[in-house]
């Protein structure tokens, strides 16, 4: 097999272009999230809810969040641990959830989370029960009647029942139906997913890294475990070299030479575009991380800074809040990583614009 050599010039627009990013927009919502397989949930708006910021970013003015809230509600899509996925990419994950925590012998904290959830074998029952009468519910409507309570160093510390739910989700019984608001809505999963038989865990496996790579474009064959989606993609696609980046990638052979047309785009601080740290310094040599667990003195960029697409180079961060009460996007800062030409400053100052008019508010501007 081929191994095809790239240039780091290459490889981002191989990127871009394979996150919907280019000039030519996506012509709805399913094809966004079908094309890049998941969109992430996250509860911080200092701007916009982030799905809704990832949708608007490839779909423009068109998109309104209520496309999205009827899409989740005729099941088009659906929600599986804090994503947005087609629905017809749950058979993907139907062969783990039957066999979790996993085959063969277990890592000890597997096993851990194994021994957790038979020890509490009653309340799991007990909150099936609960959700077949009377689903679907919000987990404070669940019953906690476990007899060893969750521990944890962090937040999830006796948080037993939400803990329960995120096992049972994995294991294949329940599945969030709805929100009210904030509040994940539960149900039993055979009422949520749709009815199709699983391929075998191997094939799904395959299946899944293949998906993956395509909304990529290109990523590294192994990496670390990440706990809900991998930033590797296994023996996907075909293996590639970066001009100046050391190490083996593996890239989609059909964006290889695709023409490529981009334009400026502000994307939300967990946009997939810039979700692997470590792929975004190696390709796009952009430092960044979201600052929102940060004490305020520690920020570089601001709470919620949107970095900055332009063509296939990430070029700065804009440091915004939507204050909505007094009706203005507030920009605090647009964080130059290189310097911006005329070209360069109008495009982004426009697009600050755009963003202003979609929230419906004004753009107050440094």
Same mark, same amino acid.
């Given at each position: #097999?081929?191994?095809?050599?790239?240039?780091?010039?290459?490889?981002?627009?191989?990127?871009?272009?394979?996150?919907?990013?280019?000039?030519?927009?996506p012509?709805?919502?399913?094809?966004?999230?079908?094309?890049?397989?998941?969109?992430?949930?996250?509860?911080?708006?200092?701007?916009?809810?982030?799905?809704?910021?990832?949708?608007?970013?490839?779909?423009?003015?068109?998109?309104?969040?209520?496309?999205?809230?009827?899409?989740?509600?005729?099941?088009?899509?659906?929600?599986? %641990?804090?994503?947005?996925?087609?629905?017809?990419?749950?058979?993907?994950?139907?062969?783990?959830?039957?066999?979790?925590?996993?085959?063969?012998?277990?890592?000890?904290?597997?096993?851990?989370?194994?021994? +957790?959830?038979?020890?509490?074998?009653?309340?799991?029952?007990?909150?099936?029960?609960?959700?077949?009468?009377a689903?679907?519910?919000?987990s404070?409507?669940?019953?906690?009647?476990?007899?060893v309570?969750?521990?944890?160093t962090?937040?999830t510390?006796?948080?037993?029942?939400?803990?329960?739910l995120?096992? #049972?989700?994995?294991?294949?019984?329940?599945?969030v139906?709805?929100?009210?608001?904030?509040?994940?809505?539960?149900?039993?999963?055979?009422?949520?997913?749709?009815?199709?038989?699983?391929?075998?865990?191997?094939?799904?496996?395959?299946?899944?890294?293949?998906?993956?790579?395509?909304?990529?474009?290109?990523? %590294?064959?192994?990496?670390?475990?990440?706990?809900?989606?991998? #930033?590797?993609?296994?023996d996907?696609?075909?293996?590639?070299?970066?001009?100046?980046?050391?190490?083996?990638?593996?890239?989609?052979?059909?964006a290889?030479?695709?023409?490529?047309?981009?334009r400026?785009?502000?994307?939300s601080?967990?946009?997939?575009?810039?979700?692997?740290?470590?792929?975004?310094?190696?390709?796009?040599g952009?430092?960044?991380?979201?600052?929102?667990?940060?004490?305020?003195?520690?920020?570089? +960029?601001?709470?919620?800074?949107?970095?900055?697409?332009?063509q296939?180079?990430?070029?700065?961060?804009?440091?915004?809040?939507?204050?909505?009460?007094?009706?203005?996007?507030?920009?605090?800062?647009?964080?130059?990583?290189?310097?911006?030409?005329?070209?360069?400053?109008?495009?982004?100052?426009?697009?600050?614009?755009?963003?202003?008019?979609?929230?419906?508010?004004?753009?107050?501007?440094?």
């Amino acid at each position: #097999m081929r191994v095809h050599e790239l240039t780091r010039t290459q490889a981002r627009r191989i990127a871009v272009g394979a996150q919907l990013l280019g000039r030519e927009r996506p012509a709805g919502l399913l094809d966004v999230v079908r094309g890049l397989t998941l969109v992430q949930i996250d509860p911080t708006a200092a701007v916009a809810p982030s799905a809704d910021l990832v949708l608007w970013s490839r779909l423009g003015a068109d998109y309104r969040p209520e496309h999205l809230t009827a899409a989740l509600e005729d099941r088009s899509v659906l929600e599986l %641990r804090a994503m947005i996925r087609p629905a017809e990419d749950l058979r993907l994950y139907r062969a783990d959830m039957a066999e979790w925590p996993g085959p063969g012998e277990l890592v000890y904290w597997k096993q851990a989370r194994k021994d +957790w959830v038979a020890a509490n074998e009653d309340c799991r029952r007990d909150i099936l029960e609960r959700l077949e009468k009377a689903g679907p519910l919000p987990s404070r409507e669940l019953p906690d009647t476990c007899v060893v309570p969750w521990q944890s160093t962090g937040w999830t510390n006796h948080r037993n029942v939400s803990q329960l739910l995120e096992f #049972m989700v994995l294991r294949g019984e329940v599945a969030v139906a709805g929100r009210d608001g904030r509040d994940r809505l539960w149900d039993l999963a055979c009422r949520v997913y749709p009815e199709e038989p699983a391929p075998p865990a191997g094939e799904a496996l395959r299946e899944r890294n293949a998906r993956r790579l395509r909304a990529l474009g290109i990523a %590294r064959a192994r990496g670390p475990e990440c706990p809900v989606e991998p #930033m590797d993609v296994g023996d996907a696609g075909e293996p590639a070299v970066v001009e100046g980046v050391r190490g083996k990638w593996r890239v989609d052979p059909e964006a290889v030479g695709r023409p490529f047309a981009g334009r400026t785009a502000l994307l939300s601080p967990f946009d997939r575009l810039v979700h692997d740290r470590k792929r975004t310094a190696e390709l796009f040599g952009f430092d960044y991380q979201a600052e929102i667990y940060k004490p305020a003195a520690k920020r570089r +960029w601001g709470y919620y800074a949107l970095p900055i697409l332009h063509q296939d180079r990430l070029v700065g961060k804009v440091d915004a809040t939507a204050d909505r009460a007094a009706g203005v996007l507030r920009v605090a800062r647009i964080h130059r990583d290189e310097e911006f030409g005329t070209t360069l400053e109008a495009a982004v100052r426009r697009e600050i614009r755009a963003l202003a008019r979609w929230l419906g508010l004004d753009a107050e501007l440094p």
